[in-house]
């Protein structure tokens, strides 16, 4: 399978005429080639979404929503063949890509369609004292013009959408960027873009390495606005390269999330599920999941058993097997990262309660990059393993004594996303809710998403908010329009 760029409604080969071979991690095999475009493409995505800016911006968003809606129900339509490639391509179980990635890109597309044409302007009336004079103020929401969308690899067309449906529902163009390591998807979803009707430019797709097309949307001078997902380390670098530009910025980056247990929890089998999920789900490779797993003393010991009980039946193995709870990690690159992770841990002294190695597979998927679900004990907060994002199927458990211990470990890391705590107290989940320093914080659940709620981090997860208005305000520009009367 050879995949091209969309640019200016038409599919191309990059300039260079060069690919990136795109591997199934399940098998460790090639199986599609990936454009190796370079600010050549770039430049000509660029241009057509200028051409393409004026026309889209003007059209009545209810004409921008309809493509927008026929874009989704494309998708949904296809959710076999979607769910299918994205599994192949990332690794992930092919049952969470039907269940949760693909049906939410459909959502992502329908939320903002439906949200823009509800969404309304400020206006604040200025008196002046005397009756039948003053001025009304209008605040005007306007498209920034072409905007730059990069996405990561772990969860591709869920966050890819999550971007270019609220840059194109507010009235932008878009070049986009996927991850080259999981390409297939947005590919896929740019074909049926023409067929649902988006003018061409409007939506741009360029292909290729972080370095070469992300650098170069990023440095464009016609790009306004970057929304970018992915590490910290590379969100630095956006940020560097884009500050001096004066360009706006919206950075969703790396986690180290703590899941706080007290011992007055609910901790039923359905809870305890919901736990070992939120450091297990997609192979431990969402930014939200909960690495470090603070469990009360009083109950730590009934807690550990009980979790390791159940982390124990998790099943690795074949992402087509409907039986299989986590799949592959997503690259020769990444196994290493987190295996080699794992040998660090043993070497600052924690204990490996589960897992801890690679798995083999038999039969089609024997050179496939699985690990098994890892938990760790016996590290300090402070520790390497306690504070670096490992984004794997690793989970250290840290006892604490109360509640100030508690807020001081989970705070204690540079990361800033998320935060998961259980409790029957309502009255300490409002208090730690408000002094824990991270963007979210579920009580008595996990990744509980509602498309209109703000998202994203605080520290080294990153910098402003996407969902809901927080997105469609990222992408426009309030102009304050004052008539005087
Ligand atoms: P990454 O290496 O930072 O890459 C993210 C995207 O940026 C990719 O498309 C990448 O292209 C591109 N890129 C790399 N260098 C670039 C540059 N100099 N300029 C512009 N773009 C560049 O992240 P990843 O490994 O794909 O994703 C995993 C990370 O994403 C984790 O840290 C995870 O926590 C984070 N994440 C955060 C959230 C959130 O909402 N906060 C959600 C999901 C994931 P290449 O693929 O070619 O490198």
Redesign the pocket.
């Known amino acids: 399978m050879r995949l091209a760029n969309l640019i200016d409604g038409h599919l191309h080969a990059p300039a260079s005429m060069s690919y990136l071979d795109v591997f199934e991690p399940a098998t460790a095999a090639p199986f599609a080639h990936c454009p190796d475009s370079d600010a050549t493409d770039v430049e000509t995505a660029v241009q057509a979404a200028r051409r393409a800016t004026p026309g889209w911006a003007a059209m009545p968003v209810e004409q921008r929503a309809q493509r927008l809606f026929r874009l989704a129900d494309l998708i949904e339509a296809r959710l076999d063949a979607f769910a299918a490639l994205e599994s192949r391509d990332s690794g992930k179980p092919l049952q969470l890509a039907r269940s949760v990635d693909i049906p939410r890109a459909v959502s992502n597309l329908r939320y903002f369609a439906a949200a823009i044409v509800t969404w309304s302007s400020e206006s604040h009336a200025t008196e002046s004292g005397t009756p039948g004079t003053g001025a009304i103020n209008v605040t005007l929401r306007q498209p920034l013009g072409v905007v730059g969308c ?6 591709p067309l869920y ?1 890819f959408t999550w971007k270019i449906a609220p840059a194109l529902a507010a009235g932008n163009a878009v070049v986009a ?5 999981t390409p297939c998807t947005a590919a896929l979803l740019g074909e049926l873009s023409i067929e649902a009707g988006l003018p061409p430019g409007v939506l741009n797709i360029v292909h ?8 170069a ?2 440095e464009h001078p016609a790009v306004k606005a ?1 929304s ?8 630095a ?2 940020a560097a ?1 884009a500050a001096p530009r004066f360009k706006k910025l919206s ?5 180290k999330n703590p899941a706080i247990v007290f011992a007055d929890a609910d901790l039923s089998d359905d809870n305890l599920d919901t736990i070992v999920r939120s450091g297990f789900a997609n192979q431990g ?4 999941c909960g690495s470090r797993l603070l469990v009360q003393r009083s109950i730590y010991e009934r807690f550990r058993e009980r979790y390791l009980e159940r982390v124990g039946t998790l099943r690795v193995g074949d992402p087509e097997d409907a039986r299989s709870d986590l799949g592959a990690l ?1 690259s020769k690159a ?1 196994f290493d990262k987190v295996t080699a992770c794992i040998t660090q841990a043993r070497t600052e002294g924690g204990r490996i309660l589960c897992g801890g190695e690679a798995v083999r597979i038999d039969g089609r998927c024997a050179d496939g990059w699985f690990v098994a679900p890892t938990v760790i004990e016996g590290l300090d907060n402070d520790a390497a393993t306690n504070q670096q ?1 490992i ?1 794997g199927p690793v989970v250290t458990l840290i006892p604490f004594d109360d509640e100030a211990e508690a807020l001081a470990i989970a705070n204690g890391t540079g990361y800033g ?1 998320a935060a998961s705590l259980w409790t029957r107290d309502l009255a300490r989940a409002h208090r730690l809710g408000t002094q824990l320093d991270f963007g979210i914080v579920w009580v008595n659940c996990w990744m509980l998403r509602d498309l209109r709620t703000p ?3 605080v520290k080294h ?2 910098i402003g908010r ?1 969902g809901g208005v927080e997105a469609l305000r990222f992408f426009t520009e309030p102009k304050n329009l004052c008539i005087r009367y």
């Open positions: 990069i996405s990561p690899w772990n969860l966050l960027k996927p991850s080259e390591i290729g390495r972080g370095p070469s097309v992300g650098q949307i990023v970057v970018f997902t992915g590490s910290t380390a590379t969100g670098r956006i390269t950075l969703e980056l790396g986690g490779e969402i930014c939200l997503v990444h994002e984004f996303l998202f994203g981090g997860s990153g996407e």
